[in-house]
């Protein structure tokens, strides 16, 4: 149980055709082709908006710490009055 045969795909294929007619098949594969595609670009676009963020927050961080280090050497300079 739970195995596809060429039988259960004959059967599938001959109820779209009663659904759908044969007229209407290649439009619903052209659609769905479409939409799996717009899907995929969209994983793409996410995967690749991850990897922005990801980047941008290393560039912060490397760009506060030298202004950190620029801090500390400053204050280190400056005479305590106490």
């Known amino acids: 149980m ?5 039988t259960h795909l004959l059967l ?10 044969p007229s209407r098949l290649p439009q619903l ?4 082709g479409k939409a799996i595609r717009g ?3 969209g ?3 996410i995967d690749v908006d991850a990897k922005d963020i990801k980047d941008n927050h290393q560039q912060v ?3 506060q710490q030298p ?4 801090n500390q ?3 280190q300079k400056e005479p305590h009055n106490s």
């Open 2 to 6: 739970g195995e596809f045969s060429i």
């Open 12 to 21: 599938v294929g001959l109820i779209f055709l009663i659904f759908f007619g």
């Open 29 to 32: 594969g052209s659609s769905l």
């Open 39 to 41: 899907f995929k670009q």
């Open 43 to 45: 994983l793409n676009e």
């Open 61 to 63: 961080s490397h760009q």
């Open 67 to 70: 202004g950190q280090q620029v």
């Open 73 to 75: 050497t400053q204050s």
